[in-house]
């Protein structure tokens, strides 16, 4: 295993876990969620330069303009969360009663 792949799977491990054990602030939830994306899209885009192909040069690029798109969805979340509810914590929502 190379030091770049071990890299980006304990980081994407490491936000998988966060996102696992530490879900108390719907905040810390998109954080860990927006570091498995930005680890996944940096290791894409390895794999695209090492293969030198220009066919898959595009997926880091919709990756990222996915990943941009769910963070803003999860802000507006956390924007209305914290308006209804007062608090980001996560086990103040109650799905029933939305």
Not at 75 to 98: E, I, K, M, P, Y
């Amino acid at each position: 295993m190379t030091p770049s792949h071990f890299a980006f799977t304990s980081a994407f491990m490491l936000g998988l876990t966060g996102l696992a054990l530490h879900r108390y602030h719907l905040l810390s939830a998109l954080l860990c969620l927006e570091g498995m994306m930005l680890s996944l899209f940096i290791a894409l885009s390895l794999w695209t330069l090492q293969l030198d192909s220009t066919c898959f040069s595009a997926s880091p690029m919709l990756l990222l303009a996915f990943s941009a798109c769910e963070a803003s969805a999860g802000l507006a979340l956390l924007v209305a969360t914290a308006r209804t509810h007062g608090t980001d914590h996560l086990q103040s929502l109650n799905l029933l009663q939305c």
